[in-house]
């Protein structure tokens, strides 16, 4: 078998590879990417045509139910970026370098970043902040990897918060700065998030890369949002950058109810419900 052969060679249904999503920012063709943390959701998103799937360590907050992305461990990630890899057939898999697994050594970090391709079998890694050594470490190594500027929930107990980032002009060139670094070393794209959107048109611009935003405007390559957020399931105060295009909390609540009702009606099961 050729090495260059994938399971559905030119189809539609060809595996979406990174230079697919340069192709698309090339061309000024904006694409989605979502989150999802297990084989079913990769699955529905995959048959949606999504094209690239995060399995963001949003994991702690969404499905963990951690009041932050700190406590996520690489266990953890592998465990969760393996089972959205068995759904997602088509879509590019990437899965985040979770907090305490990349910045004690460049060592750790690109064993860590390799794991998640060679355990999870994720296609790339998500590394948060300002790391371009590690960055070319990882490329050098056959890890693509995707940078994340802005707002980093990781470094949530530095910054004080989920603020807002880039405000003012020196704090705009700054990440602009950061931004050109981590291309020039090699990072196939960028997540921008939780930045005014004059910043988020900026770095779109300067960068040759796809800036894929969520909460950065509407000029970026991409847009990502949270599998939980963007269905409505999310309780509680969701950020401004959310749109919900479905209510599926209070429907599963309706159905949870109705079920109950039937149940204690008797009139779940029916007769065709019955062997
Ligand atoms: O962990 C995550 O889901 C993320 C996205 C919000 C970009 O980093």
Redesign the pocket.
């Known amino acids: 078998m050729s090495v260059h052969a994938s399971p559905q060679p030119g189809g539609a249904g060809r595996p979406v590879t990174i230079a697919d999503l340069q192709a698309y920012a090339d061309a000024g063709e904006k694409f989605a990417?979502l989150?999802a943390y297990d084989f079913t959701s990769a699955a529905i998103l995959d048959e949606a045509g999504i094209p690239v799937i995060?399995v963001?360590?949003?994991?702690g907050m969404v499905v963990l139910g951690h009041d932050s992305?700190v406590p996520v461990t690489m266990d953890e990630m592998i465990h969760h970026t393996r089972a959205v890899r068995r759904g997602a057939r088509r879509a590019l898999v990437v899965g985040?370098l979770p907090f305490g697994s990349y910045q004690a050594s460049l060592e750790e970090g690109l064993v860590n970043g390799m794991r998640v391709l060679k355990e999870a079998g994720a296609n790339a890694v998500?590394l948060?902040g300002h790391h371009p050594e590690l960055t070319r470490r990882l490329v050098a190594a056959g890890v693509p990897v995707m940078g994340?500027l802005g707002l980093t929930?990781q470094s949530v107990n530095q910054l004080g918060g989920y603020k807002v980032q880039g405000r003012g002009e020196e704090a705009a060139d700054r990440l602009v700065a950061q931004a050109r670094e981590l291309e020039a070393a090699g990072a196939f794209s960028l997540?921008l998030?939780s930045v005014p959107s004059d910043v988020g048109r900026r770095v779109a611009e300067v960068l040759r890369i796809p800036v894929?935003g969520?909460g950065a405007g509407p000029d970026t390559d991409g847009q990502?949002?949270?599998f939980h957020d963007f269905l409505g399931m999310t309780g509680g105060h969701l950020p401004r950058f959310v749109k919900q295009y479905a209510n599926l909390r209070g429907e599963i609540v309706a159905a949870a109810k109705a079920y109950s009702a039937e149940v204690a009606s008797g009139d779940y099961p029916g007769p065709e419900h019955q062997y």
């Open positions: 990417m989150t995060l963001g360590d949003s994991l992305t985040d998500k948060e994340h929930p997540v998030e894929i969520i990502v949002l949270v």
